[in-house]
């Protein structure tokens, strides 16, 4: 009894402790201090775009360059959701799940999803450069990798599945990664030089600057509350309203709480510890001198990876499912606690380090884990975009892009690798068991090769 009081006692020291840190913002982003004013009276454009983070910001700056009339609402602050809440990966086609899709996809088809995801790092970092985004990137290249040689199997079936869509990477044995100063808790990995880590929040306020500067009209603090479907899309909000040609949703994971995608996608939420700054020993007993993303060969992964400020960001490890989609925004104490566990067990040297953050925010799914892009609407003027099941931060900037062009009248052929048949989601409750029972599985076969690495 004693011990099971003693537990209890940790557990609720462990939990107030995470809600001192817990930030209800990703760690990347604060409240802008040039806020954006919120929308108040009727207003009209050519295209109102419902979202400000990468897809929402990257398709109304290439409109508002080609001379169309935008306006886009953002419910909090541009970068509040996901664009302020990840882990900084500008990775490519390392963060496909090709186990999902290759049978169904074939290699045409597979070869041009494989393209897009590759071409979206190469997009993004060209909008660094034009729009002079300082946001820290870090160009090192993404390495995935096994934490026990029973992961080594998976690790190669995914790079030979993508291989045949013509993704190249390297196979790093245990003497490679350790040549490559890669901490010993990684024993094998695959390696693309092509990307990097960076500042997601300084990334995606670049972006709200470069909009603002091109003439975008960005409401802040104005949710959506309806729209109309019409050859007018009408959208209102609190205290306004907004007629426009066009309409685009680029509302990630809260796409489905709009009256879309409700069908297609399913909200999933992810979570992230950041440590406090890593003395100068501490960083040197890492050896992690290219200081490349790492994420695991997990069903679920964990990354890790080192910020300029040479503090440890740790994300992911579990994922929850929401009922019904909902969203809400508060804490996920078991997830940062399995988190803290991931970091001890992976990187010992740093087993004391102290916690300085933690945060949680959703991400989008569909069943194949590829992006939903495409058009709806009685009189096809209601864009869309989501579902890149956690790999969003180049394939959403680019898919903002594409759309953009496409309302221009230029159709980009990548279009067609993801304008399919979805699978549709069952209706509730049965998705939220079904997505529970897989995620269930999953959390299963990792926690099997986490006490096989404890066995050693």
């Not at 806020?35 to 009209?44: D, F, N």
């Not at 200081?291 to 060969?297: C, L, P, S, W």
């Not at 990187?347 to 959703?362: E, F, H, M, N, Q």
Request: proline content about 5%; hydrophobic content about 40%.
């Amino acid at each position: 009894m004693q011990t099971n009081r003693y537990k209890l006692s940790a557990d609720a020291a462990r939990r107030k402790a995470d809600l001192e840190k817990y930030r209800t913002l990703g760690g990347w982003v604060e409240k802008p201090a040039d806020m954006r004013a919120s929308l108040a009276g009727h207003v009209t454009a050519d295209v109102v775009v419902i979202g400000a983070g990468y897809a929402g910001l990257s398709a109304a700056l290439e409109l508002a360059r080609q001379g169309i009339q935008v306006i886009v609402l953002e419910r909090e602050f541009a970068g509040f959701g996901a664009s302020g809440r990840n882990a900084g990966y500008l990775a490519g086609a390392i963060g496909i799940e090709y186990e999902l899709f290759h049978k169904k996809a074939g290699p045409q088809t597979g070869a041009q999803i494989v393209r897009y995801y590759e071409d979206a790092v190469t997009f993004v970092e060209g909008k660094l450069q034009e729009h002079r985004i300082a946001c820290d990137y870090n160009q090192s290249g993404i390495i995935r990798a096994a934490i026990h040689p029973s992961q080594e199997k998976r690790l190669r079936k995914g790079m030979r599945l993508g291989a045949e869509f013509g993704f190249k990477s390297e196979f790093l044995d245990h003497d490679a990664m350790r040549a490559r100063g890669i901490p010993p808790a990684f024993v094998a990995g695959e390696y693309t030089a092509h990307g990097g880590t960076l500042h997601p929040g300084k990334y995606v306020m670049g972006l709200r600057r470069a909009a603002i500067q091109a003439g975008v009209q960005l409401y802040e603090n104005t949710p959506m509350l309806s729209y109309t479907d019409g050859p007018t899309v009408r959208v209102e909000t609190p205290h306004g309203s907004v007629s426009a040609a066009i309409m685009l949703f680029a509302t990630n994971a809260y796409t489905p709480q709009n009256g879309l995608l409700a069908d297609k996608i399913v909200p999933v939420r992810v979570s992230a510890i950041e440590t406090e700054p890593l003395s100068d020993a501490q960083v040197k007993s890492l050896g992690w001198a290219g200081r490349e993303g790492i994420m695991t060969a997990h069903w679920v992964m964990e990354s890790y990876r080192l910020t300029p400020q040479n503090t440890l960001l740790v994300t992911v490890k579990r994922l929850q499912s929401p009922y019904a989609s909902r969203t809400p925004n508060v804490p996920a104490y078991d997830s940062y606690s399995e988190l803290r566990t991931a970091l001890h067990d992976r990187l010992p040297t740093l087993k004391d380090i102290a916690v300085r953050a933690c945060w949680s925010g959703y991400v989008s799914a569909a069943n194949d884990a590829l992006p939903i892009i495409g058009v709806t609407g009685a009189h096809g003027n209601i864009h869309y975009t989501a579902g890149c099941s956690g790999h969003g931060l180049a394939p959403q900037s680019l898919a903002g892009h594409m759309i953009a062009e496409r309302i221009l009248g230029k159709d980009n052929p990548l279009f067609a690798a993801f304008e399919r048949k979805v699978i549709p989601i069952l209706p509730e409750p049965l998705q939220w068991c079904a997505t529970k029972a897989a995620l269930g599985v999953a959390g299963m076969l990792d926690r099997r090769v986490n006490r096989k690495v404890q066995r050693g």
